[in-house]
Nanobody
Framework: QVQFVESGGGLVQPGGSLRLSCAAS????????MNWYRQAPEKERELVAG???????NYVDSVKGRFIVSRDNAKNTVYLQMNSLKPEDTAVYYC????????????WGQGTQVTVSS
């Protein structure tokens, strides 16, 4: 059974940090590009950060310099280190796995809530 399970969300004060994890099972993790999305209430889901099979990373402008995406293929896990958190980072964070081969397929995790508030 294919599963991607996020963890690490919670309540944090502005300026604080959190590290999200997304653990994969049932797939060959190293063959997937991994992405982090977020969705705030009444907003569309947006791509926050991604890391390719080869380790290349990309970020949305609003999180550059604050968030770091990484992966550990030995642990079948992708991480999102979030620093200097702001209230506008409040959202449900999802990981998305995109298979690098053919046929193309993608999987989503169930999401983890991040709330930045004093």
């Amino acid at each position: 059974q294919v599963q991607f399970v996020e963890s690490g969300g919670g309540l944090v004060q502005p300026g604080g940090s959190l590290r999200l994890s997304c653990a994969a099972s049932g797939v060959t993790f190293r063959n997937y590009d991994m992405n982090w999305y977020r969705q705030a209430p009444e907003k569309e889901r947006e791509l926050v950060a991604g890391i390719s099979i080869g380790g290349a990373t990309n970020y949305v402008d609003s999180v550059k310099g604050r968030f770091i995406v990484s992966r550990d293929n030995a642990k079948n896990t992708v991480y999102l280190q979030m620093n200097s958190l702001k209230p506008e980072d409040t959202a449900v964070y999802y990981c998305k796995a995109v298979y690098g081969g053919w046929p193309r397929r993608a999987y989503w995790g169930q999401g983890t809530q991040v709330t930045v508030s004093s």
